[in-house]
């Protein structure tokens, strides 16, 4: 990160000495092309300056590539938590991660601080078996300290051999003293739709946005409807703890639920560069033919989900339900630099259709619904983008960490995680929809099959 310097006292002196009015009148001139590529060249001499210091002093020896590599990364994590660059293995590990099955634990993780901090579990990993939460801290590795190191290191040190186990040390706010979690790991196939039917709702789970989502998630509508014979009441569709992943699968997926309308816009460095995306499927109306639609997001919901509830919220399309998402509202493009080693570069906004952006300030849910089924959810700090270091300013919304609504008193959430237990509650978020989703399709099909007056009746 460049630092800021203090000018010196005698430019003090001669700053206070001159009138605010005689200031502004004598504003530097634009520099010229011949200046500005001198100050680049000033800027190059100071680094290899450094360079041959660090070189010739350094109480170990090092090699230019450690020197050249740490550069590089310095130079990408100081623009925003996004960027970075990919050395082999990392760039390895990024293709497997497009490709949708890799060996580890299934966590979404972030440094603050120099900790290694929990943003969400992927849904029936091994992370999200053994307990692991959005808040987290993990501070050893097998006993071993990770404070202080990379987070690619951490995340290195977290994949591996699926059956073969690890040692998570995990620290939790609101808990007195560290604890420790065993975690094998396993193959993560990140199959990224799952479905199922329950009291005739169509349940679409979707983890991530990997290569054919939007395809799966047409299929996952065609089998829904194949099982019952028909229409559902409804769909759920549950982004929670989705990471995000693929821009065009997310555009994929909310075209399956959208007839026509805008789906996201992408706007770079020129604002006047705008490249947008549209809802173009062929057959009128959407894969669901017109049947409700609940989306259950929370904290760890992220990029392409967003871009997902997003658009259904603006378009009126559906009905989101949950927790305020991640706010992660950029875009990233991963820029190859040799046959195995690259930039992730942050290259530009998204916006929704309505035109807000979702950076900082994520979507916020139509119906706020606390995770009560959680019995350490008022305990826990969900971690969003605008808790990262130097995330991008959405300078389009006034308060991006805008506070959550306080519904303690709200009678509607008001029983303990212990008691839906004992009502056979174990996801309060999922039950709630359920039971929104159920009002809300049996009145849309009472209203269809009443008759119209003046019409004749087969």
């Known amino acids: 990160m460049k630092k800021r310097l203090l000018p010196s006292t005698l430019a003090l002196a001669l700053t206070f000495a ?254 006047r560069d705008i490249e947008r995306w549209w809802a173009e499927r062929a057959v009128p109306g959407d894969v669901t033919g017109g049947a409700p639609i609940i989306v259950l997001v929370d904290a760890g919901s992220a990029s392409a989900s967003e871009i997902v509830a997003g658009a259904l919220q603006d378009h009126h399309r559906g009905l989101v339900m949950g927790e305020r998402s991640f706010g992660k509202g950029s875009v990233q493009n991963v820029l190859p630099l040799t046959r195995d080693t690259g930039l992730r570069l942050t290259v530009a906004r998204y916006h929704l259709p309505s035109g807000r952006s979702v950076q900082e300030g994520g979507i916020k849910p139509d119906i706020q619904v606390p995770q009560l089924s959680d019995p350490d959810y008022k305990k826990r700090v969900a971690i969003r983008e605008s808790d990262l270091r130097r995330h991008l300013i959405n300078e389009m919304q006034d308060n991006a960490k805008e506070l959550e609504e306080d519904i303690a008193d709200d009678p509607r959430f008001a029983l303990t995680a212990e008691q839906l237990k004992a009502k056979g509650i174990t996801d309060f978020q999922l039950h709630y929809a359920m039971e929104t989703l159920n009002r809300l399709g049996t009145k849309t099909m009472k209203l269809a099959e009443k008759p119209v007056k003046g019409k004749a009746q087969n």
């Open 18 to 271: 001159v009138p605010a009015t005689v200031l502004l009148a004598q504003s530097a001139p634009p520099k010229s092309a011949a200046q500005l590529q001198a100050d680049q060249i000033r800027e190059l001499e100071q680094f290899l300056a450094v360079y041959k210091k660090v070189k010739s002093s350094y109480v170990d020896k090092v090699d230019d590539k450690q020197l050249m590599e740490g550069a590089i990364q310095g130079m990408l994590a100081s623009l925003d938590p996004h960027s970075g660059f990919l050395n082999k293995s990392d760039f390895s590990s990024l293709q497997t991660q497009i490709d949708g099955e890799y060996g580890g634990l299934g966590l979404s993780v972030t440094l603050e601080d120099e900790a290694v901090k929990v943003i969400a579990p992927t849904k029936d990993t091994p992370a999200d078996k053994a307990g692991i939460k959005s808040g987290d801290y993990i501070t050893h590795l097998d006993g071993k300290l990770i404070f202080g190191g990379t987070l690619d290191e951490a995340v290195e040190a977290m994949r591996g051999e699926p059956g073969t186990s690890i040692k998570l040390t995990i620290v939790r706010p609101g808990r007195d003293a560290p604890f420790d979690v065993t975690i094998t790991r396993a193959i993560i196939d990140l199959k990224p739709v799952r479905w199922e039917v329950k009291d005739r709702i169509g349940l679409i789970t979707i983890t991530g946005f990997s290569e054919e989502t939007g395809a799966d998630v047409v299929a996952a509508v065609s089998s829904i409807k194949k099982s019952l014979g028909g229409k559902p009441l409804g769909y759920i569709v549950d982004l929670r703890s989705n990471p995000g992943g693929i821009l065009d699968e997310a555009v994929a997926v909310s075209d399956a639920f959208l007839a026509s309308g805008e789906i996201v816009s992408e706007r770079g460095r020129d604002k």
